[in-house]
């Protein structure tokens, strides 16, 4: 079975732009969360959709913003791009949203503000 | 609010030597406890994880018990080989959470020399 997919997995955008991070979760996973991982840092949570529902937001601006479509796969969006995004953006699976359910995560999408 | 604490790295040792990571946590109730392990260029993956007072979990000769009396959750491995090079989170679920978010610690980076 093919495991947490993202992509793209390296991206580079300058200072204002857009960009769009896309995760597709391991079939049968409902629940998808979003992590930012700053260079020599612990992951820190952003949001997570359960059922194309939002479980839960972190303390982001609103600058970031997120979605879940029908086939539980999920989109990360984010505006006016500031160099301190720059960060490797994870995303994990699991097959409810709630309890210790075990998060299985991608690969990851690195992104480099300019 | 929820934190995980752990040592600091980098830490360096020699092939066969004792591994010990320490994780200290706060948070309400009686969360699940979890490690990841991220390998050079890679993801998060799950390592082990506990989910009440007393248990230990274990995988590839990696153990940690949950230590509700001293909220820890130490890493401990007999004998590393070089393959155990990677950067270690420790990572907590709040119990009766809505969602299934990670509290992550800040990692500890582990180099075993041959």
């Known amino acids: 079975d093919a495991g947490v997919t993202q992509s793209p997995t390296h991206l580079i955008k300058t200072r204002g732009q857009h960009v769009t991070l896309r995760c597709s979760p391991i079939s049968g996973h409902k629940s998808v969360s979003w992590y930012q991982q700053v260079l020599g840092q612990g992951p820190q949570f952003i949001f997570q959709y359960y059922e194309k529902e939002e479980r839960g937001r972190g303390n982001f601006p609103d600058r970031f913003s997120a979605r879940q479509f029908p086939n539980y796969s999920s989109e990360l969006n984010v505006n006016a791009l500031l160099l301190g995004d720059s960060a490797l953006y994870l995303c994990?699976?699991?097959?409810?949203?709630?309890?210790?359910?075990?998060?299985?995560f991608g690969a990851g999408s690195r992104l480099t503000v300019l | 609010g929820n934190s995980v604490t752990q040592m600091e790295g980098p830490v360096t040792l020699s092939e066969e030597a004792f591994l010990t990571i320490n994780c200290t946590y706060t948070?309400?109730?009686?969360?699940?406890l979890f490690w990841y392990v991220q390998y050079p260029g890679e993801g998060l993956q799950l390592l082990l994880k506990?989910?009440?007072?007393?248990d230990k979990g274990s995988n590839k000769g990696f153990e940690a018990t949950y230590r509700k009396e001293t909220t820890s959750f130490h890493l401990e491995k007999g004998s590393v080989q070089v393959s155990d090079s990677a950067v270690y989170f420790c990572?907590?679920?709040?119990?009766?959470?809505?969602?299934?978010?990670?509290?992550f610690g800040g990692g500890t980076r582990v180099l075993v020399k041959p």
């Open positions: 506990a989910t009440k007072a007393d």
């Open positions: 948070a309400t109730g009686y969360p699940s």
């Open positions: 994990a699976s699991s097959r409810t949203g709630f309890g210790a359910n075990v998060l299985t």
């Open positions: 990572a907590l679920i709040s119990e009766g959470a809505a969602g299934n978010k990670l509290t």
